[in-house]
């Protein structure tokens, strides 16, 4: 069991590794481009689709980690005015609907990307990309979050603190 848990922890401490390096390459590429254009040039065509592909990269693939790290953004308003029995429950309870909600995407995420290769897709601007190399990061972005959003369910730590307010 402890081989498994090592595997998944190294998948999503790469999926995060992989997020914060496309991060740094938006950052480049768009000081890149305005340097390009503020010298009369045109920018590579290339340079925005790469970024835009990348904050689909840096957004599915980061999100997991967020979810682990509780940097994810939720309310505490609310909990922090239950009593420590119901906002257990409350916690708990949104916790199983981010589940529900995430195996739901998972299955969708699934199906398009099976789509997607059945039907040979290509994202056709700058260069020909198979759109199934966009969308093979919803099926395991999205696991993976129900799996970090179960460990709030099941686990003894709680995804609400009941303490309002920022906190850093």
């Known amino acids: 069991m402890r081989a498994v848990i090592r595997v998944y922890d190294a998948l999503l401490y790469t999926m995060a590794l992989v997020a914060a390096?496309?991060?740094?390459?938006?950052?480049?590429s768009v000081v890149v481009s305005?340097?390009?254009?503020?010298?009369?040039?045109q920018p590579f065509a290339w340079l925005f689709t790469s970024?835009?592909?990348?904050?689909?990269?840096?957004?599915?693939?980061?999100?997991p980690w967020l979810v682990r790290e509780k940097g994810h953004?939720?309310?505490e308003l609310v909990t922090a005015a239950l009593?420590?029995?119901l906002r257990r429950f409350v916690s708990r309870m949104v916790a199983v609907l981010c589940v529900l909600v995430c195996?739901?995407?998972a299955w969708y995420g699934l199906q398009l990307f099976l789509t997607n290769i059945e039907r040979n897709n290509y994202d056709v601007r700058?260069?020909?990309?198979?759109?199934?190399?966009?969308t093979v990061t919803f099926p395991i972005a999205f696991s993976v979050m129900a799996i970090e959003f179960s460990r709030f369910v099941f686990g003894s730590e709680l995804m609400h603190s009941g303490e309002a307010g920022i906190h850093e």
């Open 83 to 85: 009593p420590p029995t």
């Open 73 to 75: 953004v939720h309310i």
């Open 51 to 63: 970024a835009e592909y990348g904050i689909l990269y840096m957004t599915m693939l980061g999100a």
């Open 126 to 134: 700058a260069y020909y990309y198979p759109r199934w190399l966009l």
């Open 21 to 28: 390096v496309t991060l740094v390459w938006l950052m480049v």
């Open 103 to 105: 195996i739901i995407l």
């Open 34 to 41: 305005v340097v390009m254009r503020n010298l009369g040039l």
